[in-house]
């Protein structure tokens, strides 16, 4: 899905403010506010924005977006935090990634490692490395979900406690201010409890609008993970649970 410039610039601003009005956009960008109403139109059609009454709200926290929608929202940002966490990862090691947006940007910044043994339930992130020789890519089975390419249930949930790794990067949809990670599917949540309990060290990597969302089923809590990459983790609760639990916080947009 191609987004021009003043779209993601506009999604940005929803996604801060909540929502975006017709007059305010046309202001900024300094164009009548038919081509912003189109802008609008467009960005609701592809389901990104929902409209209201003189401009458009950002989807509702609760609402789980559609995989490609997803990919869209913090892109850059998911890109650095992809970089930030592969850089953990020494060449040699073994390691599972989970499914997630984020997890795939990790995923693809691994393409100048060494040699890696790579367990994965994704099948978007077996198949981008499969390719690559200095890979040993290792794929679970079980109930593939047609939404995103993701592995669920138990037969992966058995296939992963096979294993014991040297990291796991994991994503979650939700971060609540207690520290909880959430996700929608209680299938992919077993999954992801059971990679967190098979791995010496797990990484978990979120963009900062996690914390903006919510979702119904528990995966764990920020303390039992032992680095936490994100771009800006401004819940001064979170930052406070990463230092009492001495879970290392890496923020990508402090850091350039």
Excluded: W
């Excluded at 939404?147 to 037969?155: R, Y």
């Excluded at 014991?164 to 979650?172: E, M």
């Excluded at 914390?211 to 800006?232: K, L, M, N, W, Y």
Aim: hydrophobic share 45%; with cysteine; proline share 3%.
């Amino acid at each position: 899905m191609f987004l021009i410039p003043r779209h993601k610039e506009i999604l940005d601003i929803a996604r801060v403010q909540g929502k975006v009005l017709v007059e305010e956009l046309a202001s900024r960008f300094e164009i009548t506010p038919q081509t912003i109403r189109k802008d609008l139109n467009d960005l609701c059609e592809k389901k990104l924005l929902n409209r209201i009454h003189g401009g458009a709200v950002f989807p509702s926290g609760t609402e789980n977006m559609q995989y490609e929608q997803r990919r869209l929202i913090a892109a850059t940002e998911k890109d650095a935090i992809g970089r930030a966490a592969a850089a953990l990862i020494p060449d040699n090691a073994s390691l599972f990634v989970n499914i997630g947006t984020t997890t795939e940007a990790v995923g693809q910044a691994l393409l100048d490692h060494g040699r890696l043994m790579i367990i994965t339930n994704n099948i978007n992130v077996a198949n981008k490395l499969r390719v690559y020789p200095q890979f040993e890519v290792v794929i679970a089975g079980g109930v593939v979900r047609g939404t995103d390419g993701g592995i669920v249930g138990e037969a992966a949930v058995d296939f992963i406690r096979q294993f014991k790794v040297d990291y796991a990067v994991i994503g979650a949809s939700a971060i609540d201010d207690d520290g909880a990670l959430l996700d929608f599917d209680f299938r992919e949540v077993k999954v992801a409890q059971a990679i967190i309990a098979n791995a010496r060290h797990v990484i978990l990597v979120s963009d900062s609008t996690k914390f903006e969302r919510t979702a119904p089923v528990r995966i764990g809590h920020i303390s039992q993970v032992h680095t936490f990459v994100t771009d800006d983790c401004f819940p001064e609760n979170l930052r406070k649970i990463c230092r009492e639990n001495d879970v290392q916080l890496i923020e990508t947009a402090k850091s350039r």
